[in-house]
Structure formats: structure tokens, C-alpha cells
């Protein structure tokens, strides 16, 4: 009897220790990402590369490079971090989940950190801030001066983006076309698919450059979330730091302002 006695407290103390264990193990496996990077030595950034001169695909010396000033702005984090870094090219749509599930530390795609994505991820202070512009085809320029003369139509934005929402939201009774790719949304624009793309502002120009056949409609709108920031995996604060600091330091620098004009004329460069 105190043979079976002493084997219970025993068990007990045994089976405490054990989930004291477990739960140690699992606050270091949940610790911050920062010190998973620089473990590791690589920052994976996760983007969509088909939004320039955010992010997008060139040929250089025969090689696919991706490039846009959000690459730019990946590459001075990963720098200050003194790690080296890691592009995944993905579907916009699955960025948000590939944080949680471990498959990006970053995600620096010209996202917008609405209150639905905030409850997914966390995000760094705005890094950059565009309005948001319609474009359809040039020969319909005078009949579609503005989101209301879209009332009813069939309009384009890519998957999980602001602008679909902002689409929804802008026009009446709209008839929504979302596709992964903002390319394939131009196609469907061009083939008389849909009426307009919705996309930022800054897109939509270089869209237009490299299809003369489109052009922007005057009417832009803005959204409340204000602008684009870096989403990160939720619980990181050491992480959310540093970003933050980078995002500083390029603003304070002037850096962004560079990196964005040497994004869009690699952009102009694909067309000519």
C-alpha cells in the first residue's frame, strides 16, 4: 500500500515535470522570429512578383531576377539584420497564412494592413503610401470618368487585395473578377472581359506605359488603412523593432524615394 502510494506521488511529480518540460520546449519553439533569423542566417520574404514596381519579374544576362522597391527595401533589412536573404515568389492571396505556418518571415508585397489581415499577423509602421486608381481600355476613357460610371460593371482586382475590397465597396451593384495575377487581369481587360482593373496607383501607371491601349480614369481613392507595411509572423516584438528601424532609416535617408524611381524604370525597361 505505500509502495503504491509513494509510485502515485511519484507518477504525479513525474508527469509535472514532464509538462513543465513540454511547456518550456514550446515557448522556445514559439519564441521570436528575429532569433529563429538570425539562428538560421537567412531572412525569407515572401512577395508577389507580378506588381510593378513593387515586385516583378526582368531577364538579366539570361537570368529571371525579381526586383521593385519592395525588393529593395527586403534587401536593407536582411542587411541590417546581417543575414543574407531569401525571395519566395507566391500567390498573393496565400501570403497572409504562409506567416503563421512558418513558410516566410516577412511579407513586403504593397499590402495594406487591414483590421481582417491584423487579426491573422502583425504589421510594421507604413513604409509607403499610393492612392488607388481604376484603369480601362483608352477608346472607353470618356465614358468611364469615374467609379460611379462603373456602377454595375464587371471590374477586375487581384485576389485578397485591398483594392478588390475598395472595388466592392466604391462601386454599386459591381460584378467582381479576381485573379491571383495582375497580368492575367490586364489580358482580361484587353479582351473586353471586364470594364476595369482596379490596382494602386503607381501600378496602374506602369501598366499603362507598357499598354498604350489603356489608360487610367481621373477619379483615385484611399483607402483607411493608409498605406503598405511589412506583415510579420504575430508575437515577434524583437523582430517588429528592428523592421521598424530599417523602415526609419530608409525614409530618413532618402533611400525610398531612390528606390523607387530606379524600380519603375526597370519597369519601363521590360517594354521597350
Known amino acids: 500500500m505505500k509502495n503504491s502510494y509513494i509510485k502515485k506521488i511519484l507518477a ?11 511547456i518550456g520546449c514550446g515557448a522556445k519553439a514559439e519564441g521570436d522570429k528575429l532569433d529563429e533569423i538570425k539562428e538560421r542566417g537567412t531572412l525569407v520574404v515572401g512577395l508577389s512578383a507580378d506588381y510593378a514596381p513593387y515586385e516583378f519579374h526582368i531577364m538579366e544576362n539570361g537570368e529571371d531576377k525579381i526586383v521593385g522597391f519592395d525588393v529593395d527595401i527586403a534587401k536593407e533589412i536582411a542587411k541590417d ?20 505556418n512558418n513558410k516566410v518571415d516577412l511579407v513586403i508585397s504593397g499590402m495594406s494592413p487591414d483590421e481582417e489581415r491584423k487579426k491573422a499577423v502583425d504589421f510594421s509602421d507604413i513604409y509607403y503610401t499610393a492612392e488607388h486608381g481604376a484603369i480601362v481600355r483608352a477608346k472607353d476613357v470618356e465614358k468611364y470618368k469615374s467609379f460611379a460610371d462603373l456602377n454595375g460593371k464587371k471590374v477586375g482586382a ?4 485591398i483594392q478588390a475590397d475598395l472595388a466592392t465597396e466604391t462601386i454599386e451593384n459591381v460584378e467582381m473578377q479576381l485573379l491571383s495575377n ?11 472581359k471586364i470594364e476595369a482593373l482596379v490596382c494602386e496607383l503607381p501600378v496602374a501607371e506602369m501598366i499603362v506605359k507598357n499598354n498604350p491601349e489603356l489608360a487610367i480614369i481621373n477619379e483615385t481613392i484611399k483607402d483607411e488603412a493608409g498605406g ?13 523593432e528592428e523592421v521598424n528601424k530599417t523602415i526609419k532609416r530608409i525614409q530618413d535617408e532618402g533611400l525610398l524615394d531612390q528606390f523607387i524611381v530606379d524600380a519603375n524604370k526597370l519597369a519601363e ?3 521597350e
Not at 81 to 92: A, P, R, S, T
Request: avoid cysteine.
Open 81 to 100: 539584420l546581417g543575414v543574407e536573404l531569401e525571395i519566395k515568389d507566391m500567390k498573393f492571396d496565400t501570403l497572409i497564412s504562409a506567416l503563421p
Open 158 to 161: 487581384q485576389m485578397g487585395s
Open 12 to 22: 504525479t511529480a513525474m508527469a509535472g515535470l514532464m509538462s513543465f518540460a513540454l
Open 182 to 192: 495582375v497580368n492575367d487581369l490586364v489580358v482580361s481587360l484587353k479582351g473586353e
Open 269 to 271: 525597361s521590360i517594354s
Open 228 to 240: 503598405s507595411a511589412i506583415a510579420l509572423k504575430k508575437n515577434s516584438p524583437k523582430l517588429l
